[in-house]
Each structure stands twice: as C-alpha cells, then as structure tokens.
C-alpha cells in the first residue's frame, strides 16, 4: 500500500488522502494554553500528529505544519492576576517547558510555531470581514459569531444547534441574538491583557485565533487539521464556521483528525478534574522512550488507559528490543531512519499499535539472524524503531539508565542504584567465581545483594550482563 490513508472526522470514514497540491502539504494542529506544564495526555496528539508530518515529509516533496501557542486566554489572565504577573511571564515560562517536553519525548518541532498574541492585527481583520460579510455583530464592546448565518453549523459533530446547546456549557448573555453566538473578540477591564480595536480595548476568543493562525501561514483552505476530540465541539466547529464564512464559503480544513483522549483510571486526564500527571515529571521518572512508546501503543483514535502495569509491560517490551540490539554490538550497521514495513502500516490511518508489532516481530527475527545476515538485521531493527523515534539510544546506556551516577545525558531515576558500575561488575566476577566453585548459596547472595540495589542480572551466551530495574517500572 502507497496510498495515505486517513480517517476523516468530517466524513466518520477512512479515506484516501490527496492533497490539494503535493508539493504544498499543509498540516495544523491546535497548540497547548501555556498556563501550566502539559500532562501526559496533552503529549498524545503533538506525539502522534507529529509522526504523521514525519510520514508526510516521507511522502510529499513540500508540507508545511504549523502547531500554534495559545498565549492569551482566561486561564492564562487567572494565573498571571493569581501571581501578580504580566500573562507573558506565565506563557513564556510554559512555552519553553512545553519545547522543553516535546524535545525530550523526541516531537520534531513543527515548522511554525505561531503565537496568538503575534496574530492580534490578523484576528481583527478576520472580525471586521465576518462582520461585513453579516456573519458576526459587534455588541458592547464585543464581536459575536452569529450561528444561524452559517446553516452548516454542527457539520463535523453531527449535531443540532439546540443539541449543542443543550450539551455544553452555552453562555446566555443578553448582548448575543442566539445563546449558540459564540466570541470572537471581548472587553478587557484595565487589569486585563488588551489591544486597541474598532470595538475598544479588547482580547481575542479562543477558536479565532487558530482561524487566524491557520489562515496567515497555511492559506485559506488546509489539508489536514488536527486535534483532540475534545476540541470538536465547540472549538474545531467553531473554527471552521468562521474560516468558512471569512473565505466566503471555501472550505476550511479537507480532512479532520482527531485523537481519542488518554485516561487514567478510566476518566478523562484534565486540568480540571486535577487528575493530571504531569509530562516533565514522568520525564524525571521515565526514560523519554518508554513514554512514547506508551503513547503509541493505543491507535490514537481509541481511549488510551494510563497504569502502571501497562508501563511495566512497555519496560519489558523496550528491554527485549534494546536486548536484541545488544546481542548485535559486535556488528556495525547504519541505522536507516526509515523502514518501508513501518511506513506500510502508518499509512494504514496511522495504525502505531500495528507498527510496534512489526518492530517486536523485526527483533524477534533478528535474534534468529544467521551469521552473514546480522548486520541487515540490526538495520532493519534501527530502522524499524527509527521511524516511531525508538531506539534512538546506545543499548549500554539503556539498560544502565537509572544508576546514580549515569551516562551523560541521562537522568537517575528517584530510587536510584547507589552503586557505581565497577563495583557491579567485581560483583559479577566474585558470582561467577562462586558459582565456578559450586558455591551456589554465595552466588545467590550477590545476586540478592545486587537485586536489593535495583541491579537485575541475567546469564546468557554473551556472558552475564545486568540492568537497572527502575522502581517506578517494576511489574505490579
Ligand atoms: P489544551 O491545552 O487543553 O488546549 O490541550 C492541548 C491538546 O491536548 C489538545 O489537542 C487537546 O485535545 C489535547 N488533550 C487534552 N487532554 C487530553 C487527554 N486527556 N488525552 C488526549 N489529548 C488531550
Ligand atoms: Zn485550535
């Protein structure tokens, strides 16, 4: 299979995906509200969308992806009032740490990052047009969407105006003509961040700044727009209502994608429930790649259940797979960063829990690899991890991650082994000598002693080798 594949919100179909023009691919992705760090189920669409530009990249000549920062918003004025702070204090403080997070968790950068605040003049312009074209009204210091100019309302949740009304949060104000009229510009009181416009000193609404963003670096009709679901309603409607009626009917985005939400204890991972972990935390806990592989192993259409037994079975699986690159040390090969079994299965509407599948099924055979083919075989192994932006590290590093005075580059995990690997490997000699000696009880107390500093050790063919077991990942 050649052909790109994906499911399409709009439609509720799987489709084939033909850009408008190929050498122009044009993907955006709703941004983070930099108030706070990001949680791990806010990583899961710039983690997966982000593998899809990848593919894209692969696929087409020319793509443009922009992924946005939401920069001022309530949530952002709240805790910039709460902290005595102008809002840019909180958002770039939260910006850096979200490119902080999305570096670590191996998340190419998009190649525009617009900020919505850089957009203030675009926003305006975008209201006066709705407003000229009879799509908005300006009412006390506000501009306002009027839902019933666009009759397609509703298109991609599949909704009626008074379903969505009656399943959301509709504010009733009595400057709007209809309770669905939703914001595109508000008053600022003094205390609060504004900017000078036909309407006095006011801030944008939400959904317009991404209309705004997505127009100015993406064009006005876009290949992919993408998201979580949550967003569909009210945020991706309205974004679309507006685009349409600023581009006088064009169509705003072509293919609709959105991801399933990440769930911890089955309930929706969100600021506001508080049942959030957050990303640079589990960072500090976990080693970048297990993270993302947690993150691919649910198709990003499905809910996806964060436990701490699906993180000890994902320790298990990456330790095989860096086990099989090991028991390939002795053979050089360059690591494609590619893999067309991969690839073949991406295409099929990102189907990630299928390509860690073709991964484990590359390692497996590699372990099987007859002497002249070990060298392909660990290609193909690089390659295959490569292209999901797994095993990107030196095996000897993996697996001696988490000691308290790791490789360069890597941080110890809380619980660290307190032991330096010298002294596990004299350790190891003294075991072997036992057991050479039939001193069986002496080589289990070693052992024993080693496992109580988290140090796993395991005999093989190559000789006996040993790992850190990290305490936060150890099976339930
Ligand atoms: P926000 O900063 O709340 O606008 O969220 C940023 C991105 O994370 C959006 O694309 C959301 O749809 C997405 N998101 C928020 N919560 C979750 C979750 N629990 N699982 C997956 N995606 C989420
Ligand atoms: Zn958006």
């Given at each position: 299979m050649t052909t790109l594949r994906l499911h399409n919100s709009l439609t509720r179909r799987i489709e084939d995906f033909v850009p408008e023009d190929p050498r122009r691919v044009t993907l955006y992705v709703c941004g983070?509200?930099?108030?706070?760090?990001?949680?791990?189920?806010?990583?899961?669409p710039y983690v997966v969308f982000g593998l899809l530009a990848r593919l894209l990249r692969r696929l087409y000549p020319g793509v443009v992806y922009a992924r946005n920062?939401?920069?001022?918003?309530?949530?952002?004025?709240?805790?910039?009032?709460?902290?005595?702070?102008?809002?840019?204090?909180?958002?770039?403080?939260?910006?850096?740490?979200?490119?902080?997070?999305m570096?670590?968790?191996g998340v190419d950068p998009p190649d525009v990052t617009p900020?919505?605040?850089?957009?203030?003049?675009q926003?305006?312009?975008?209201?006066?047009?709705?407003?000229?074209?009879?799509?908005?009204?300006?009412?006390?210091?506000?501009?306002?969407?009027?839902?019933?100019?666009?009759?397609?309302?509703?298109e991609l949740?599949?909704?009626?105006?008074?379903?969505?009304?009656?399943?959301?949060?509709?504010?009733?104000?009595?400057?709007?003509?209809?309770?669905?009229?939703?914001?595109?510009?508000?008053?600022?009181?003094?205390?609060?961040?504004?900017?000078?416009?036909?309407?006095?000193?006011?801030?944008?609404?939400?959904?317009?700044?991404c209309s705004a963003m997505a127009e100015t670096h993406l064009g006005e009709t876009i290949d992919i727009h993408a998201g979580?679901?949550?967003?569909?309603?009210?945020?991706h409607?309205?974004e679309i209502?507006?685009s349409t009626?600023a581009h006088g009917g064009r169509m705003f985005a072509r293919y609709w994608l959105h991801n399933?939400?990440?769930?911890?204890?089955?309930?929706?991972?969100?600021?506001?429930?508080?049942?959030?972990?957050?990303?640079?935390?589990?960072?500090?806990?976990?080693?970048?790649?297990?993270?993302?592989?947690?993150?691919l192993?649910?198709h990003y259409r499905?809910?996806?259940?964060?436990?701490?037994?699906?993180?000890?079975?994902?320790?298990?699986?990456?330790?095989?797979?860096?086990?099989?690159?090991?028991?390939?040390?002795?053979?050089?090969?360059?690591?494609s960063e590619t893999s067309p079994e991969v690839d073949a299965v991406l295409l099929d509407d990102l189907n990630t829990?299928e390509a860690?599948?073709v991964?484990?099924?590359?390692?497996?055979?590699?372990?099987?690899?007859?002497?002249?083919?070990?060298?392909?075989?660990?290609?193909?192994?690089?390659g295959a991890?490569a292209a999901l932006g797994?095993?990107?590290?030196?095996?000897?590093?993996?697996?001696?991650?988490?000691?308290?005075?790791?490789?360069?580059?890597?941080?110890?995990?809380?619980?660290?082994?307190?032991?330096?690997?010298?002294?596990?490997?004299?350790?190891?000699?003294?075991?072997?000598?036992?057991?050479?000696?039939?001193?069986?009880?002496?080589?289990?107390?070693?052992?024993?002693?080693?496992?109580?500093?988290?140090?796993?050790?395991?005999?093989?063919?190559?000789?006996?080798?040993?790992?850190?077991?990290?305490?936060?990942?150890?099976?339930?």
């Open positions: 983070p509200t930099v108030y706070n760090y990001v949680h791990i189920g806010n990583a899961r920062i939401t920069d001022v918003d309530d949530k952002i004025n709240a805790a910039a009032l709460a902290a005595g702070v102008p809002i840019d204090r909180i958002t770039d403080r939260f910006a850096a740490a979200f490119f902080d997070d570096a670590a968790l900020h919505a605040t850089q957009h203030i003049r926003i305006i312009a975008m209201c006066e047009r709705l407003i000229a074209t009879g799509h908005a009204y300006a009412a006390e210091g506000h501009v306002l969407f009027d839902v019933a100019s666009y009759p397609n309302y509703g949740s599949g909704r009626s105006v008074d379903e969505m009304i009656a399943g959301s949060r509709v504010e009733v104000a009595p400057y709007k003509k209809n309770p669905a009229d939703f914001v595109l510009w508000k008053p600022s009181t003094p205390e609060l961040p504004g900017w000078d416009s036909p309407w006095g000193r006011g801030r944008p609404g939400w959904h317009i700044e979580g679901n949550d967003l569909m309603f009210p945020h409607e309205n209502a507006q009626c399933g939400m990440l769930t911890f204890n089955g309930k929706k991972m969100s600021k506001s429930i508080g049942n959030v972990m957050l990303l640079h935390e589990l960072l500090q806990k976990h080693p970048p790649e297990l993270l993302r592989y947690l993150l192993k649910a499905q809910p996806l259940d964060w436990s701490d037994t699906t993180i000890a079975q994902a320790r298990a699986t990456l330790d095989g797979w860096y086990g099989a690159l090991r028991d390939l040390g002795d053979v050089d090969a360059v690591g829990p860690l599948a991964v484990a099924r590359i390692a497996s055979a590699s372990r099987q690899a007859a002497p002249g083919d070990r060298k392909a075989a660990k290609a193909a192994l690089l991890g797994l095993l990107k590290v030196d095996p000897e590093t993996w697996f001696k991650q988490g000691l308290s005075r790791p490789a360069e580059g890597t941080t110890p995990a809380p619980g660290a082994a307190a032991i330096k690997p010298d002294e596990i490997d004299a350790l190891i000699e003294q075991r072997n000598a036992a057991r050479k000696s039939r001193n069986f009880a002496e080589a289990d107390r070693i052992r024993d002693e080693l496992a109580a500093k988290n140090i796993a050790i395991e005999d093989s063919a190559q000789g006996t080798r040993w790992k850190v077991v990290n305490p936060n990942e150890r099976a339930a």
